[in-house]
C-alpha cells in the first residue's frame, strides 16, 4: 500500500508569527514535488549545542516557473536555512483584512501603529522562493482533506492558511467543539476541508483544575492511549500535520494501563519523579507506531519543537513584544526544554521508519 511520510521541520529563531508563511510554502513544495512512499530519512540527531542542524532537502523552484502544470524541479535547496530580506510587495493579508485572526492575536486592532513588520520575507540560502499561490495550493487540493493536530502554535498555522486561502474563497465554518478549540472549515468552491483538532498531548488527558489556561494546575496523561478527538478522524484525512511538545513540560501524573508510573513535578506526592522526557518519549512512540501500523494512504508531517509564542516571558506572563525587525542568524538559542524535546523527535522518528521499512519491506 502506498503510504507517504515527510517529516517537516519548523525550526528559526524569530517570532512564530512572521514564520508562518514559509510553513505552507514549503509544505506546498513538498507536496507538488517530493511524494515518496515510506517514511523520509531524518538526519542523525544533532548535539544540544547544534541548533543550526539542517533538515531533508526539500524540492524547490523559481517564482517564473509557476504555471498550470507543474514543471520538474530545478534543483535543491534547504529551506529552513536562511534569512529575513525587505519585501516591498507585502503580505497576502493582515489583520485588517482577514477576518480568521482571533482579537486576542490581531496585533492592528490591539493598538499596535507599526507596519514594517509586514514587509519580510524568507529567503532560503540558494534557491528563491516564491509566495504561495492560493489558487493553484486550491485546485490542487480539491475534494481533500486537511488537519492540524496538537496545540496553538497548530491554531496559528490554521488561521494563517485560512488567511491565505480565503483571498480566493472565502472560508465557510461548518463545526466548533464547545470551547471553540477544534474547528472545520470548507471552501466551497473547491470541496477542499480544513480542520484544527485541539490535542496538545496526542494522547488522552485530563486536567485537576478548572482550565488549562489556570496555573498551576495537574494534568493526568494516560500515555499508552490515544485522543480519540484525533483518531477518531485518522483515516478520513488526507494530509495531516501532527505536533505536541512544550506542553509535557508541566505538573502531570503519568498513567498506563489505567495505573500511576509516575509524574513529573509532583513534590506534594509521593510519586516517582519520571520527567517530561519520558512521557514524551512514550507518546512518541505511540503515535507513531499507530501511524506505521495504520497503511492509512495519507500523507502526514510531523512538525518538530518550536519557539515560544513571544520573546521575554511565557504566554501569560512577562513577556514584551517590541521587536519590529527580524532576528538575525545566531541572536537566539532554543532553551534546554526545547532542545531535548527536539532529540526525542528525530530520534523517534528515525526508529519509527526503521520499523516502517521492517514492516513494509522497503529500503
Known amino acids: 500500500m502506498l503510504y507517504n511520510w515527510k517529516y517537516l521541520h519548523k525550526f528559526n529563531y524569530i517570532v512564530v508569527k512572521l514564520g508562518v508563511s514559509i510553513l505552507f510554502v514549503g509544505l506546498a513544495f513538498r507536496l507538488f514535488y517530493g511524494q515518496s512512499t515510506g517514511f523520509s530519512q531524518v538526519l542523525k540527531t544533532p548535539s544540544v549545542e547544534n541548533t543550526h542542524t539542517p533538515p531533508p532537502h526539500v524540492d524547490s523552484l523559481s517564482s517564473q516557473q509557476i504555471t498550470d502544470e507543474i514543471p520538474p524541479p530545478q534543483g535543491k535547496c ?27 492575536l490581531n496585533c492592528m486592532n490591539n493598538g499596535r501603529q507599526d507596519t514594517g513588520y509586514l514587509y519580510w520575507r524568507w529567503n532560503p540560502r540558494g ?24 496545540d496553538s502554535i497548530s491554531q496559528n498555522q490554521v488561521n494563517s492558511l485560512l488567511c491565505i486561502l480565503s483571498t480566493v474563497d472565502k472560508a465557510v465554518e461548518v463545526y466548533h467543539d464547545e470551547g471553540y478549540k477544534s474547528l472545520r472549515w470548507v471552501f466551497p468552491s473547491y470541496n477542499v476541508s ?25 494534568i493526568e496523561l494516560h500515555l499508552d492511549k490515544l485522543d480519540t ?67 492509512h494512504k495519507g500523507t502526514i508531517f510531523y512538525r518538530t519543537t518550536t519557539p515560544n509564542h513571544v520573546e521575554n516571558g511565557l504566554w501569560n506572563s512577562g513577556k514584551n513584544c517590541n ?11 532554543l532553551p534546554v526544554v526545547n532542545k531535548i524535546l527536539r532529540e526525542i523527535e528525530l530520534e523517534e522518528f528515525q526508529k519509527a521508519s526503521t520499523r516502517a521499512s521492517e514492516n513494509w519491506g522497503r529500503p
Open 78 to 104: 534547504n529551506l529552513f536555512i536562511g534569512d529575513w530580506i525587505p519585501n516591498k510587495i507585502g503580505p497576502l493579508y493582515t489583520n485588517e483584512t482577514c477576518s480568521f485572526i482571533p482579537d486576542y
Open 127 to 150: 534557491c528563491e522562493l516564491p509566495q504561495l499561490d492560493p489558487k493553484r495550493f486550491l485546485g490542487l487540493m480539491r475534494n481533500r482533506s486537511w488537519a492540524f493536530i496538537g
Open 194 to 218: 480544513l480542520s484544527v483538532i485541539w490535542s496538545p498531548f496526542l494522547v488522552e488527558a485530563h486536567i485537576f483544575g478548572d482550565s488549562y489556561d489556570v496555573l498551576p494546575y495537574e
Open 229 to 295: 478527538n484525533w483518531t477518531k478522524l485518522y483515516k478520513s484525512l488526507d494530509y495531516m500535520m501532527f505536533s505536541s511538545g512544550l506542553w509535557f513540560d508541566r505538573s502531570s501524573i503519568y498513567y498506563e494501563k489505567n495505573t500511576v508510573l509516575g509524574c513529573n513535578y509532583c513534590p506534594k506526592r509521593n510519586l516517582t519523579e519520571l520527567r517530561f522526557d519520558f512521557a514524551y518519549r512514550k507518546v512518541l512512540r505511540n503515535v507513531f507506531d499507530y501511524i506505521v501500523g495504520s497503511h
Open 323 to 333: 521587536r519590529t525587525e527580524p532576528a538575525q542568524e545566531g541572536e537566539f538559542q
